[in-house]
């Protein structure tokens, strides 16, 4: 990084960044450490605070609760993460090329990405509708008998997944798409003159110099589908008999619904703590992405 | 799978076929909208509707105040969008372009924030807004937004490449501080500003999570957030109903996208570098 300009006065930095760190501070750092205090309290939000130390966790274990928002948030999380990548990949591969039609075709899938999450989630409430859907009636017209996608206590996830992926295939297309640009023409051109064929230049030139961008899409989706909540909201309301509460959903949850902002808290703690984790992760891919460059 | 490549015709009938996927789900929502009760619970699956009945459209004008929730959901955007670009301007500035002794401490707080998305804060920042009575207020959705890692970092990162003797010029001929940030640098870097702003909008615009947790009350509702009551009110069958408030939510950020595709494209590409 270039050294930079000497400030006209030593205060000049902190002045122009002030407006950033106050804000910081108010709305991410302090509610960070107020939710780790929180989490020692039995509060529900109209009576006196009291505090029960790890109560709070010992519960949400003993309870399952933990595990079992853990164990949705992850199934949900595995089949979104490889569904949309395999998904945009392939769309990548089929439409990296100028043209109206292609143009045309990421743009049509893409439109997904810009419309709000509420949008999607009515519109295929309203497709897998157990009654009147339009997808329950073409399996109807095929002969065969639809099932309830979102009434099916062994359905209702892989329902939500697959919706989320038609949300998001375009903005894993778009990121792998960037990255098919970053390609040398030439690597291609000296794999054909080797005498490579389509799936031999796929496998040794496309697909190790993509690895960076996989990395990156992969751990940004599973981040971004690890926050998944507005679907599980509008659509099922973590149900049938609680087989879509997802993390964000069970803190929603104990917070508006039970009224157990100490309970709730320790949820925070633990999410975060996941979340951690997982940019963590990121983090080392993005390194590598750098470095691939 | 032979080592001949496909027919690009098969290709792109595939192609075609995968579009369809996508805009087959919108021209279902258009069709519902314009249906009538009678049709939907005779009919619910017909293609298309008996006519062009706007019935729908206006039972979801009786059913909510829709203007006032556009309203609030387009002044709730905008100011998060400026505020975030006023706020992360000058703090973009000093990370870029200033030499101070906190400069890699202040840089990786903001960067740090990425790992807190509202989804972690909501709860602490409910109780902390309703100690001030600050729930159900324009406040509540917009000043917790008000800095943005994503828009400080890539503020920064061009500023980066603005040469040095540009704002020396500046201070020789006397201009303040803020007036280097706002009038020199600004109008320099409008290409990364009009595409997060973008970004920024359509994403806040489009927000339900937040809203749907720090207001209960009709005043400050936004549009996401009513039109997905139009689902809860026990509204049984009226899917029309529910269709076309979706058109009205999902038509301005369809209209958005498909007027400003390249810079929205950009700022999500970018969002990658």
Redesign the interface.
């Known amino acids: 990084?270039?050294?930079?300009?000497?400030?006209?006065r030593?205060r000049?930095?902190?002045?122009?960044?002030a407006?950033?760190?106050v804000?910081?501070a108010?709305?991410?750092?302090?509610?960070?450490l107020?939710?780790a205090y929180?989490s020692l309290f039995d509060w529900d939000?109209l009576t006196e605070a009291r505090y029960v130390g790890l109560e709070n966790y010992r519960a949400l274990h003993e309870s399952g609760e933990l595990s079992h928002a853990f164990s949705t948030t992850l199934r949900f999380s595995v089949v979104v993460v490889i569904g949309s990548m395999a998904l945009g990949l392939g769309?990548a591969l089929?439409?990296n090329r100028t043209g109206a039609?292609?143009a045309?075709?990421r743009?049509?899938?893409?439109?997904?990405?810009?419309?709000?999450?509420?949008?999607v989630?009515?519109?295929?409430?309203?497709?897998l509708?157990a009654?009147?859907?339009?997808l329950t009636?073409l399996v109807r017209g095929a002969g065969l008998t639809p099932r309830s996608w979102l009434g099916d206590p062994g359905l209702a996830l892989y329902s939500l997944a697959m919706v989320t992926i038609?949300k998001i295939a375009g903005?894993s297309m778009?990121?792998f798409?960037?990255g098919l640009q970053d390609i040398p023409r030439a690597l291609y051109e000296a794999a054909a003159l080797d005498g490579a064929?389509?799936?031999s230049r796929f496998w040794n030139v496309t697909w190790p110099l993509l690895r960076p961008?996989t990395v990156?899409?992969a751990t940004?989706s599973l981040i971004v589908s690890f926050?998944v909540?507005?679907v599980v909201?509008?659509m099922t309301q973590g149900g049938p008999v609680q087989s879509t509460t997802v993390f964000?959903y069970a803190?929603?949850e104990q917070?508006?619904m039970n009224l157990r902002?100490g309970r709730?808290?320790a949820l925070?703690v633990v999410?975060?703590g996941l979340?951690?984790v997982l940019?963590l992760l990121q983090l080392l891919a993005w390194r590598r992405r750098e470095a691939a460059r | 799978m032979t080592r001949r490549s496909l027919s690009p015709f098969a290709v792109n009938v595939v192609l075609l076929g995968i579009a369809l996927l996508w805009l087959l789900p919108y021209a279902w929502m258009v069709s519902t909208s314009l249906k009538t009760l009678p049709e939907i619970v005779k009919a619910p699956t017909a293609p298309l509707p008996a006519g062009l009945n706007l019935s729908a459209y206006s039972d979801v004008m009786r059913a909510m105040p829709i203007g006032h929730y556009f309203w609030n959901t387009t002044v709730m955007a905008l100011a998060i969008a400026v505020l975030q670009i006023a706020v992360a301007l000058p703090a973009g500035y000093a990370l870029a372009k200033l030499r101070f002794r906190w400069r890699s401490l202040a840089f990786i707080l903001v960067v740090a924030t990425l790992l807190i998305p509202a989804q972690v804060r909501f709860v602490p920042v409910f109780t902390l807004l309703a100690d001030v009575s600050l729930i159900n207020t324009m406040t509540a959705l917009v000043l917790p937004f008000g800095v943005s890692a994503f828009g400080t970092f890539l503020i920064r990162q061009a500023l980066l490449s603005v040469p040095d003797s540009l704002i020396e010029a500046a201070r020789l001929d006397g201009a303040s501080e803020l007036r280097i940030v706002y009038g020199l640098l600004a109008p320099i870097l409008k290409p990364t500003l009009v595409a997060f702003f973008l970004f920024s909008f359509v994403y806040h615009w489009n927000d339900y999570f937040w809203p749907l947790v720090m207001t209960t009350d009709e005043a400050v509702r936004t549009l996401p957030l009513g039109i997905a009551l139009l689902r809860e009110q026990g509204t049984g069958v009226r899917w029309h109903v529910v269709m076309a408030g979706n058109v009205a939510l999902s038509a301005p950020a369809l209209l958005v996208f498909a007027l400003t595709q390249r810079h929205l494209l950009r700022a999500v590409s970018s969002k990658a570098l």
């Open positions: 990084m270039s050294p930079g300009l000497l400030p006209r030593a000049d930095p902190l002045l122009l960044l407006p950033t760190m804000l910081l108010v709305f991410f750092f302090y509610p960070l107020s939710a929180t939000l769309l089929a439409l039609f292609a045309f075709v743009g049509a899938i893409f439109s997904a990405y810009v419309i709000s999450w509420v949008s989630a009515l519109l295929w409430l309203w497709v509708d009654d009147a859907g339009a009636a038609w903005y778009v990121l798409l960037a064929g389509r799936w961008t990156f899409v940004t926050q909540f507005d909201r509008v964000v803190i929603y917070v508006f902002v709730a808290s925070v999410f975060f979340l951690l940019t």
